[in-house]
């Protein structure tokens, strides 16, 4: 029995814009009919990922990933059916009948449950610190570092109080279950004892891409506890890992779209500062060296990000290596540093919004050519360190994917440490040989054996059942792009292509339940179309129609500013569906002689080998009945 209502899913369903929907995850780009991006579940530098506006689906020619905008949810998210629609209906101000009580259903993943606990632990956090006695503490602390009740209230502040187990009671008298509140790590158990994670600190709660709480960073307020932590962050879990997730990020997309820039930092409050003063496109790595996962997250919005240094010189030298990641992932970097002794934070609170905005233009540099510039002025009157400097810029320039940049930088960079450009690209050359003549990094390098050239020539052969799916496929994808389309004997594409296949039976289950579900649809008077299969309640039927229904190619609108007019699929349909009917009929005649070849074999009585020659001979006529129509030659 569904969570949500009929009506409310249609409701949702009829709301939810696909481009909405997707763009708040990645940056789409417009190209002929459809919008394209670098696809969001997979790596890659040159788009597959597709949108169609006009279908209301996705689809990518990559790793394959399709859906509507509810299976976009469930595949970005990892979530189930109910809490995708969930999130749809939040986002277009659509009410979701609540349920009696929060207990959890077996239709709930652990997963759903792990975040329906932390956003309960997030409205407490909050509460807390807006309603509790004990939240002037928070208020306080939050008001002497600048924060405005917009800010609080628009990044979900909260406070945790100082008792051992306020979350977890109220969680639990809530109806919420132990075994989540540990998953998350906001319950801490240790033999018969049970006791809050987060006591008596200010809560930042972490969110994803899409908003949703999957952990917390927590600042204690106790200025005389030295055994505790300063800052105190949830455990990794199944919804938090904080390589792939960065502070601010779910605040922050617009605004990096927009900028078509990231400004990243390392703390919550520069993030929270620097947001309450106007510069929105800001997150953070919460401490941690920036990962491969949080630079693919910032590629969705930007290809441009600059780093924010606090004006700490060992610090900085100590993180300049993280940043060749970002390199490496062909991004544009720059860096900003502060007076000695500043961080973002302090820094817009001494100087102001606008003054700040200004420092960061007239400051920015860029990343390589400051690392240069920084190596080149350590190790001036030092050959040795020189050298290494070089070794170190040459390695980072190496890092980056695109060759005319690599030139680029080479040319400027030989200006800084004023040596000659040859010298550079020599090193770098030196360097990709080494890269080359290393071993495999798991394995013997004698492990590998190449295949021979025969060997790579040769094609696996596609079977019966392969072949027949191919031709059943291609039915059913006329069935559910044209299901209404008039053809020229006057029947639509669906009567037509089921009247003749009346006595065909397909094979594949797949498209037997959606042959099955096309004809009882026609006997109740209605044609389903696209959209009923891409919302059709069964998974594995909604991804077979996206994937049917979607196009990797379509032709230029130049073509006819040309005056060249090449025919769409649709002028040539009623040829088209002959063919596919034709096509399918052929390949089961096929199957059937083959079958009766093999019982032919196994019959001894004459009487009974006549009847099956006979049988085989009707089956061969109707073969080159069909070939000839379709055009095929029989050796």
Known sequence: MSLIPKETVDQILAQADIVEVVGDFVSLKKKGQNMWACCPFHHEKSPSFSVSPAKGIYKCFGCGKAGNSVQFIMD????SFPEALKYLAKKYGIEVPEEEAPEFTAEQSTRDSLYIVSDFANKHFQQNLQQHDQGSIGQSYLKQRGLSQQTIKKFELGYSLEAWSDLTDSALKAGY?????????????KEDKRYDRFRGRVMFPIHNISGRVVGFGARILKSNDKKSAKYLNSPESEIYHKSNVLYGLYQAKQAIRMEDRCYLVEGYLDVLS??????????????TSLTEGQIKLISRYTQNITVLYDGDAAGIKASLRGIDLILENGLNVEVVTFPEGEDPDSYIQKVGDAAFKTYLQQQAKDFLTFKASLFAAESKHNPVKKAEAIREIVSSIARIPDAIKRTVFFQSCSLIFEIDEQVLISEYNKMQLQDRQQPPKTGSPDDFIPPS????????????ADMLKRYEREIVRMLLNYPDRLLDDGLTASQYILEQLEDVEFRTPLYIRIVDVVKERLNQGVVPGADFFINYPEQEVRTEATNLLSEKHELSHNWETHQIFVPHETDLLSYGA????????????????????????LVTDPTEQDRQLTLIRSLKNFENQLCEMLGIVIN
Do not use: I
Request: cysteine-free; hydrophobic content about 35%; aromatic content about 2%.
């Open 76 to 79: 970005v998210e990892g979530s």
């Open 177 to 189: 279950q132990q075994q989540y509140l540990e998953a998350t790590g906001l319950t801490v158990a």
């Open 274 to 287: 620097l947001h309450q003063g106007g510069v929105e496109n800001v997150v953070a790595s919460s401490g």
């Open 453 to 464: 050239p025969v060997e790579e020539e040769q094609e696996k052969p596609v079977s019966d």
């Open 578 to 601: 002959e063919r596919a009917v034709l096509r399918l009929k052929w390949r089961n005649v096929q199957l059937l002689l083959k079958n009766e070849m093999e019982k032919l074999r």
